[in-house]
């Protein structure tokens, strides 16, 4: 209960998701040693939004360690790359943990299905969904490993059928040189076998055996690597090489020795088995499917709208926006806890713009004990010019620091180099310039001027007034026709914005209850129409600019998509030739396409005749 109170005073605009994460792992913790099959915890937003950076803080507030894997970087891997890979991050003693979390990061690399809707090909990964499955998953030990005691099981095959030699407790009691030369021979140092063989021929094969073990037969190298197999069945009796060569010792004979050796190459050839049924694991993505809008990198566009979006969405977007990118089965293997992170509203990104800036203030007073205090000027100005409200806090981040941290340096050599006294600092904006005031004891000494570049904010001031007088009327034609048809206010209205390619934009009010019919369907475009007509009756049909190509185009995809596949059209088949669907579909360019036509031109004169009256 602490670290979720904690966590809500660190992550801001996410309370809902934080009381689920919690309470998911206090549930974890108490009683995963009921979990037949791995917990899933699955976490989806935009970019920048706080979902892996709070699941770390947690367990780092509840002294938890985690096994990470950043999908971003597995999917470039080849297979051998990732057997090594999971070796490293996956161990028998973290499988045998009563708690182990895993965290599955940029998942939406794994995906399994293109852009195309065809299936990708990645035997690799699959270890990793039979971990969300069962739990249990089989890998393979390493090629050294597989080598090297496949060599001590071949050599000892030969040991056993050697009469010349025996072995008693881990030691040769007859036939040394035998045994040397059954090791020449199998490494490639000997031509053929000789069961006469003295000093002079091992003398001839250059054997360097520094590396045997000198308490026993077997050499450090194999002991090492029986230890790396052994210890994954018995990790209570194998702990170091010690273990393996104190258990050497307790075989009898050559028979046992080779018994004990066998056991431990079968187990190589089988792989290695890990249990991580009792695991919790998250699995953390971002679906730009599900997120339609998070393609929309224009900062002028509503943060409030986009988190009105974002909050209807539900569990059953979500595994629809997966289908785009893993099949079925595979999608059900992540379970049903599906936590949707919404965008952040306005007030979110004022809330974390004041909690880092008081976090740079404590910094300061601490190092320097100075207090600072910043006006609102400054924490406008870097909302202005550091949110983009579909990338998150990211390049919000980057602004505090070229904004405020920045001048750190700068401030304080002024204050050096001029002698000034001070024990207070005081930030504020104004036309393009940071001021930053020196003050002892409330009282104004000095003050520090830095020309601001700002990297929005200049850009949204339009020079060409002409220009933005057609976006004004373009627009509110928009917004006239909505308002008739619909009975509804925009959200925003743009006359100037720094979308690349965009004079202004129109922001209607997100209705996700709205369906689409016959009756509102010929409204909706004349809405996308609207613009155009607006042009037309201020400036005359030859002076209408080609500012309205999105309009036309999303207007006849909405008048196609209604006629070919929504049945609005005078046939109930449907017959989309630009998506192939399963099952039998009539494919026809021209079908369709005539009454589209009408559509659209019924929408512009309903445009016009509102626009008019």
């Known amino acids: 209960l602490d670290s979720k109170e904690i966590l809500k005073k660190e992550f801001y605009g996410i309370d809902k998701q934080i009381d689920e994460i919690c309470d998911n792992v206090l549930d974890y913790i108490t ?144 036939g040394e040189n035998h045994w040397k030369y059954i090791i020449g021979n199998f490494i490639g140092k000997s031509k053929k ?55 050497i010792t307790t075989l009898k004979n050559k028979e046992e020795l080779f018994s004990f050796i066998e056991e431990a190459y079968d187990m190589v050839i089988i792989g290695r088995t890990s249990d991580f049924s009792r695991s919790l694991i998250f699995v953390i993505g971002n679906l730009d499917e599900a997120y339609h809008i998070s393609g929309d990198k224009n900062p002028d566009m509503s943060a409030n709208q986009f988190n009105q979006y974002t909050l209807t969405l539900n569990t059953v977007d979500i595994k629809d926006a997966l289908s785009c990118r893993f099949r079925n089965e595979q999608i059900s293997r992540l379970g049903n806890i599906h936590l949707i992170y919404p965008s952040f509203s306005e007030d979110t990104y004022r809330k974390i713009i004041k909690h880092y800036l008081d976090i740079y203030r404590k910094d300061i007073e601490v190092e320097f004990n100075i207090d600072v205090e910043f006006n609102k000027s400054i ?45 207070k600092l005081i930030y504020n904006f104004e036309k393009n310039t940071i001021c930053v005031s020196y003050l002892m004891n409330n009282e104004n000494i000095d003050c520090k001027c830095f020309k601001q570049v700002l990297r929005v904010e200049e850009n949204r001031h339009n020079s060409n007034k002409n220009f933005q007088m057609l976006c004004a009327v373009h627009e509110t034609g928009h917004a006239l026709v909505n308002l008739i048809q619909f009975n509804e206010l925009p959200e925003k209205l743009c006359s100037v914005t720094l979308g690349a390619g965009i004079g202004g934009f129109l922001l209607r009010k997100f209705d996700k209850s709205r369906i ?45 998509d209604a006629i070919r596949n929504k049945g609005f059209g005078t046939s109930l088949a449907v017959n989309d030739w630009t998506k192939p669907m399963f099952g039998t579909v009539i494919y026809d360019k021209t079908i369709g396409d005539k009454l589209a036509l009408e559509l659209i031109n019924k929408a512009y004169e309903l445009a016009m005749e509102c626009l008019s009256s």
């Not at 989806?44 to 507030?61: A, P």
């Not at 000093?199 to 073990?213: H, M, Q, R, S, V």
């Not at 980057?398 to 001048?407: C, D, G, H, L, N």
């Not at 030859?542 to 999303?554: F, H, M, Q, T, Y």
Request: charged share 25%; hydrophobic share 35%; glycine share 4%.
């Open 31 to 174: 009683f995963n040693k009921f979990q037949k099959t791995p917990l899933i915890v699955n976490l989806w937003g935009m970019t920048g939004c706080g979902k892996t950076s709070l699941i770390n803080r947690l367990l780092e507030l509840l002294s938890f360690n985690k096994t990470y894997f950043n999908f971003a970087r597995i999917s470039e891997k080849t297979s051998y790359e990732l057997e090594t890979y999971l070796e490293e991050e996956i161990s028998v003693k973290k499988a045998n943990d009563n708690t182990n979390f895993i965290i599955y990061d940029e998942f939406q690399y794994a995906r399994t299905i293109d852009s195309k809707g065809s299936e990708v090909d990645r035997p690799s990964m699959k270890i990793f969904w039979e971990l969300l499955d069962s739990g249990m998953f089989t890998t393979p030990f390493s090629w050294n490993t597989k080598y090297t005691l496949k060599s001590l099981y071949k050599s000892m095959e030969k040991v056993v059928c050697d009469s010349n030699i025996e072995i008693e407790y881990g030691k040769i009691t007859k």
């Open 193 to 247: 076998f000789n069961c006469n063989v003295d000093d002079e021929i091992l003398a001839e094969l250059n054997l360097d055996f520094d590396d045997f073990n000198s308490e026993i037969v077997i050499g450090t190298t194999y002991i090492q690597e029986l230890l790396k197999v052994l210890c994954v069945r018995y990790p209570e009796v194998y702990r170091s090489t010690q273990d393996i060569v104190e258990k």
């Open 379 to 423: 924490y406008d100005i870097i909302y202005r010019d550091g949110v983009f409200p579909t990338q998150g806090t990211r390049p919000l981040f980057s602004t505090i620091s070229e904004i405020i941290k920045t001048k750190l340096s700068h401030i304080i050599t002024h204050a050096i180099d001029n002698n000034i006294k001070f024990n």
């Open 516 to 560: 689409l019919n016959k009756t509102n369907l010929l409204g909706t475009l004349a809405v996308s129409m609207a613009g155009r007509a607006a042009e037309e009756i201020m400036f005359g049909i030859d002076n209408v600019s080609s500012g309205s190509s999105a309009d036309l185009n999303n207007a006849t995809c909405l008048a196609l």
